[in-house]
């Protein structure tokens, strides 16, 4: 195989100024972009998605690294058309789709073992999240660059003020942890604010779809009024006091004093209040 085209040529060849719009900030540092995929664990035999390849820099790690097969999901028909080199010379390992990351059916497009890495565009990177976190049971591993605040926020623990419903959605289902930790002067433009790399690993055990969706209800009241006692905050949810009773949680307690494991039980309870849904004709 040729030697590569350094990512600045390519970057040039096809006007690759990064646009707001779109969240973009290229990560062109090889050392870095190495990094990356070597905290995403073992990838040999693996088939991984990226959102937001960009000109390609961690993609070219990731396919360096082993994995079986890249599938890169692109909005920005520029950085499809740098990418067409990358897919010719990579012997059918990659794939590059032209679409809105929020859109697809990530887990669907791939065959296991399935993991994501991606520098994530920082304008869509939460709403991302939560929807990996309803099949996250379908990945071996998530390692995504975020800003440091939402990383933070990722893995804040009880009684913190970054704690809120994402980390208790996210350590909900996976364990997750900061890994890397990246100055914005890494980025090129440079954000307004530093990023960190998280890795989620999924639980064993995976609720349900309706559990799921009785946790992000519950969260949602709950962190809702974050500074209102639960009584109150969760009065939306019907009969707050009798809930808040059978889950032996105190009444004036407020949501970020809770655990992870205080919020599964609210959820169940409140799943099981549900009346059952009509049977399909």
Not at 7 to 12: E, G, M, Q, T
Not at 28 to 55: C, F, K, M, T, Y
Not at 255 to 267: M, Q
Request: charged share 25%; proline share 7%.
């Amino acid at each position: 195989m040729s030697a590569r085209r350094p990512l600045s040529a390519v970057i040039a060849e096809h006007g690759l100024a990064a646009r707001k719009a779109l969240g973009q900030h290229f990560l062109l540092d090889p050392n870095l972009l190495a990094r990356i995929v070597r905290e995403a664990g073992s990838l040999d035999g693996q088939h991984v998605i990226e959102i937001g390849p960009g000109p390609g820099g961690l993609t070219r790690a990731l396919l360096d690294a082993g994995a079986a097969s890249v599938t890169a999901i692109e909005r920005d028909p520029r950085c499809v058309a740098a990418l067409a080199e990358l897919v010719a010379e990579s012997a059918g390992r990659l794939r590059v789709i032209e679409a809105d990351a929020l859109t697809v059916q990530a887990a669907g497009l791939i065959p296991p073992p399935r993991a994501i890495v991606a520098n994530l565009p920082y304008n869509i990177a939460t709403p991302l999240l939560v929807g990996w976190l309803r099949e996250i049971a379908a990945y071996e591993s998530l390692t995504l660059m975020f800003q440091a605040e939402v990383a933070e926020r990722i893995t804040a623990s009880p009684g913190a003020s970054a704690y809120g419903r994402l980390a208790v959605l996210v350590q909900w289902v996976a364990d997750a942890r900061i890994v890397l930790r990246l100055p914005a002067r890494a980025f090129t433009p440079p954000p307004k604010v530093d990023s960190a790399l998280v890795r989620l690993v999924p639980c064993r055990d995976q609720p349900g779809r309706d559990l799921f969706a009785a946790m992000e209800k519950v969260t949602a009241a709950a962190f809702g009024q974050r500074r209102k006692m639960l009584r109150t905050a969760l009065r939306g949810l019907g009969e707050a006091e009798a809930l808040l009773v059978e889950a032996k949680i105190a009444g004036d307690r407020r949501a970020e004093t809770l655990s992870v494991a205080e919020f599964d039980r609210l959820a169940r309870l409140t799943l099981a209040r549900q009346p059952p849904a009509p049977p399909r004709r």
